[in-house]
């Protein structure tokens, strides 16, 4: 298993954040995510099924940062939480999206 790819997040308890928009990128040295107006550039190497990570951005448009992690369950589902430096920590469950191999 592992975390890489482009993640959903369908559900984030006590905020309400998991909007169409919101999904979770993971690359091989690091990625992206958006969470409503909370977004970032995720710094780390993302191997296996766990990472932890560090990321710069913007929360509804003022500069933010901090932290977090996420984890592959049997299910296939991905857990995890973004954290912000000086706020709150935001827990998310995300869903593999699927990906297309036909040409454009």
């Known amino acids: 298993m592992s975390v890489r790819g ?20 993971f690359a091989a040295e ?3 995510f958006a969470l409503d107006c909370l977004t970032g550039a995720i710094y780390g190497r993302c191997e296996g099924d766990a990472v932890e990570f560090t990321w710069d951005g913007s929360d509804e448009m003022e500069p933010a940062r901090g ?10 589902s991905l857990e995890g939480e973004i954290c ?21």
């Open 6 to 25: 482009k993640w959903r997040v369908v559900e984030t308890p006590d905020h309400d954040m998991a909007g169409a928009g919101s999904y979770i990128l």
């Open 30 to 32: 690091g990625g992206e």
């Open 67 to 76: 932290r977090g992690w996420a984890e592959e369950l049997a299910d296939g």
């Open 84 to 104: 912000l430096e000086g706020g709150d920590d935001i827990p998310f469950i995300a869903r593999r999206l699927a990906t297309s191999s036909t040409a454009c």
